[in-house]
């Protein structure tokens, strides 16, 4: 039997230390390594609290294609999805840091959900899922 799963996804950032700040000390991710590379990079995990799901490998633009993507990776679609356990709890903590919400919160048929930008405009889902069995 195979078993795999996504653990890591690649978040181009303009700086290392910037974007461990916000992630780890607005976000309230983890850091679950940071180490020297090559050439002055560095490899960089973060990923939320409880460990559950993929974590985040900051990496520093390299190049004016990786710096013209900070952002918008996705195109300006929603690009990450931060289950929690407690909608409200997260959601006022958030607020109270200066995370930026671009709604207010609403109740979907797969849960209570709120859309925020990141430091670089990246958006986020904080979602809290009505039924856990749902992907």
Known sequence: MTSQSIFLVTLVVDDYDTAKAFYCGVLGFDCAFDGPLPEGKRWVVVRPKGGEGAALLLARADGDEERAAIGNQ???????????DDFHRDHEALLAKGVRFLEEPRHEPYGTVAVFADLYGNLWDLIQRADETAT
């Open 74 to 84: 996705t195109a300006g679609r929603v690009s990450f999805f931060l289950k929690t």
